[in-house]
């Protein structure tokens, strides 16, 4: 496994860990101190934990080498691990405001009476928000460094938790303070701040696998790394896609018509190599070159 997924699957493991210990903890206070957003939040770091078991096999597939059906190795399986956290978050969110708003409608018709909600489980909530908060930074920081689609899933759902969280603070302070209704309420709108960041999810981790790529910013930067090449007369065409979080970049480019296949050649190893390394995870350019002024359709390689 390279670096960069050692340092994947830690970030995997430390928030594993964390929501199983928060998952019983939640559930197990939220019954006993009769907090249904306590007890709801609880439900979703159990929810967690299934995705992160998903995430975990999907990781370490996305790990083995290339392959001659592969040959860029399986890093988009990140992606659809990604897909994965999305979907779990989107029916989490969905289970948790439909059961909320049934609470707070029971609550206002006097169907149910909330029973008095004890002191632990508000300290439960804040302890959640404090280690959500520091596991969002951290997450967050590994799937930017390591280009990681599911890792910064993962990251946004610990933030979604510390929403979580916090709203079931404020719910729990609203029943301790006579308001029975507050605390399924304030679950019902963190669900709905957890179902947006669930598509948000989905959308991103689509965009990597439908190839799509950063057009104008990629074409800026590319055009001004190779303008620092004098060999390089023109940038006639820049063409990217996807490999989960790699870039496969082609490039066309006009040189001196007077240099030998030989010069041509080296100015073409120097522009791919000033890519791979001007440009964050850039798995393979491609180079083709002509004579400056022909036709596109006359090219030497």
């Known amino acids: 496994m390279s670096e960069a997924g050692h340092r994947g699957d830690k970030a995997v493991n430390i928030g594993l860990a964390a929501n199983i210990i928060l998952a019983l903890l939640k559930t197990f206070i939220g019954i006993i101190g009769h907090s249904a957003a306590l007890l709801a939040d609880g439900i979703n770091s159990v929810s967690d934990v299934a995705y992160y078991i998903v995430v975990k096999v999907f990781m370490k597939l996305a790990n083995k080498p290339a392959d001659t059906e592969h040959p860029y190795g399986h890093r988009q399986l990140e992606s659809i691990a990604a897909l994965v956290v999305g979907s779990f978050v989107i029916t989490t969110a969905i289970a948790i405001f439909w059961d909320s708003i049934n609470n707070v409608y029971d609550m206002l018709t006097g169907r ?19 280690v959500k908060i520091v596991l969002t930074f951290f997450t967050h920081r590994v799937g930017v460094r390591t280009g990681n689609a599911a890792v910064l899933a993962l990251a946004y759902d610990h933030r979604n938790d510390a929403w979580s969280a916090g709203g079931a603070a404020i719910g729990i302070f609203l029943g301790r303070s006579g308001l029975a209704w507050g605390d399924p309420l304030v679950g019902a709108i963190v669900a709905i701040i957890i179902l947006q960041t669930g598509i948000e999810i989905l959308r991103e981790s689509s965009s990597d696998l439908m190839d799509t790529v950063p057009g104008e910013s990629l074409d800026r930067k590319v ?60 798995r393979r350019v491609y180079v083709h070159y002509h004579p400056v002024g022909s036709s596109r359709n006359q090219q030497y390689t």
Do not use: C
């Open 112 to 130: 149910q009476t909330g029973g008095m909600i004890q002191l632990a489980t508000l300290w439960v909530a804040l302890f959640t928000v404090v």
């Open 223 to 282: 055009r001004g790394l190779l303008a620092e090449n004098s060999d390089v007369k023109e940038v006639e065409e820049i063409q990217a896609h996807r490999f989960g979080p790699y870039l496969v970049i082609n490039v066309q480019i006009a040189i001196d018509g007077k240099l030998s296949l030989a010069e041509g050649d080296a100015i073409a190893e120097r522009v791919e190599k000033r890519l791979s390394t001007g440009i964050e995870l850039v």
